[in-house]
């Protein structure tokens, strides 16, 4: 058997694809610069309560990024990262990112607490 391949490995392009209920692709996601950062090796996501998602990304930069449900995508974290594999948003508006090559989790102010 074959061991696993990862991103243009396989010939294909990184990307997220955002689907509609019925499976149907709605928006591609970090394949086309002018949307927002093009995606190189996309290893995590999650998505917050207003439908923007993020995206651990560790190819030749290490960083995460956020396409928010409409618009352009920006990065919102871009340096102390060594392959950021997966992240979450905790209750308090954080962003925890699970950093591999440093062997540790860390911990972003994402958004303010709602008052």
Partial sequence: STGPTWGNETGRVPCIKVLEPGWNTIRVLGVCAGMGPVLACPWGICIDADGNVLVADWGEQHKILLYPEQGMGWPIVNEGLSSPR??????????????SMHHCIKIYQYKLPQQ
């Avoid at 997966?86 to 950093?99: F, K, M």
């Fill in 86 to 99: 997966g992240l979450t948003l905790l209750p308090e508006g954080q962003l925890a990112v699970s950093d």
